[in-house]
């Protein structure tokens, strides 16, 4: 069983900044990601990476977030800038160890404008 427990959300002003974090309980996970769901939307991709580095955007975010990974911590981050309202949403980190997909609880973030 892996455990994701994510950070880092919040509220912030259109054109601002924010950085989310989630720890995996274990090591060994292959790619790590985000996503993130609006109200009333459907789950969608944010941004990927895998355990060798290769990175993942969807063209939504491209040139503004950048996802980062730390093996010594088991952790990723997402660095989000240049936020705008329509950013708006749960986002949840997700794992997948072996071909299961685990997924965090979820954090929030609501950009205003």
């Known amino acids: 069983q892996v455990q994701l427990v994510e950070s880092g959300g919040g509220l912030v002003q259109a054109g601002g900044s924010l950085r989310l974090s989630c720890a995996a309980s274990?090591?060994?996970?292959?790619?790590m990601g985000w996503y993130r769901q609006a109200p009333g939307k459907q789950r969608e991709l944010v941004a990927t990476?895998?355990?060798?580095?290769?990175?993942n955007y969807a063209d939504s975010v491209k040139g503004r977030f950048t996802i980062s990974r730390d093996y010594a911590k088991n952790t990723i981050y997402l660095q989000m800038n240049s936020l705008k309202p329509e950013d708006t949403a749960n986002y949840y980190c997700n794992a997948d160890l072996f071909g299961v997909m685990y997924w965090g609880k979820g954090t929030l973030v609501t950009v205003s404008s």
């Open positions: 274990i090591f060994s996970i292959g790619t």
């Open positions: 990476i895998a355990r060798g580095g290769n990175t």
